[in-house]
């Protein structure tokens, strides 16, 4: 059974930073993309990072601050997270699509940016 757990997740103040994991089950070249998504109180689940064909796309509000990056050998993603912002603060999950298009996602760590 594929399952995703990440970690990571805390409450740091404006302008710190935080690394996400996401630990995978199974070998990550299992999936066709992987990437961070984000959902905050009142708002709909939106795209943080995505790693697909060799590519790493990144929402506009993160670009510059955030990093994505995978470890192979350790089945793992990361989201390393730089200049926090209050409005960073939310619910970060790992999506993975398998080879055959089945969506897999952690169950979320929560991320708190406040003085």
Known sequence: QVQLVES???LVQPGGSL???CAA???IFNFKNMGWYRQ???KEREMVAIFTGGTTTYAESVK????MSRDNAKNAVYL???TL????TAVYYCRGVSL???PYWGQGTQVTVSS
């Open 40 to 42: 905050a109180p009142g």
């Open 100 to 102: 055959f298009n089945n």
């Open 85 to 88: 912002k209050p409005e960073d």
């Open 64 to 67: 510059g601050r955030f990093t």
């Open 25 to 27: 089950s199974v070998s």
């Open 80 to 82: 390393q997270m730089n």
């Open 19 to 21: 690394r996400l994991s």
């Open 8 to 10: 990571g997740g805390g």
